[in-house]
């Protein structure tokens, strides 16, 4: 059973960096070929895909966030990380980490001063 699990700071303030880890169980995120995503929900919006890491380690951003982001891996934590620079209220959102089918339960991040 593949397992995903997001952890980070709840607050962020403006301007900072959000940082947060998506620990994964049940399945290497360097075999098969797979892409590991970052997905958040801002409130009373709709879903919006962030970017994605590969098994091979190769990244893709959603245009629209690829200048403020950056997904990366530690494989031997088996963990995937998103970075989001500069970030401002309307950041806040449930971000998810996810695997085809198999998503993480989601950690809320706010951004305020």
């Known amino acids: 059973q593949v397992r995903l699990q997001e952890s980070g700071p709840g607050l962020v303030k403006p301007s900072q960096t959000l940082s947060l880890t998506c620990t994964v169980s049940?399945?290497?995120?360097?075999?098969?070929?797979?892409?590991w995503s970052w997905i958040r929900q801002p409130p009373r919006k709709g879903l919006e895909w962030i970017g994605y890491?590969?098994?091979?380690?190769?990244?893709y951003y959603s245009p629209s966030l690829k200048s403020r982001t950056s997904i990366s891996r530690d494989t031997s934590k088996n963990q995937i990380t998103l970075q989001l620079s500069s970030v401002t209220p309307e950041d806040t959102a449930l971000y998810y980490c996810?695997?085809?089918?198999?998503w993480g339960q989601g950690t809320q991040v706010t951004v305020s001063s």
């Open positions: 890491i590969a098994n091979s380690g190769s990244t």
């Open positions: 996810a695997r085809d089918h198999y």
């Open positions: 049940g399945d290497s995120i360097t075999t098969n070929y797979y892409y």
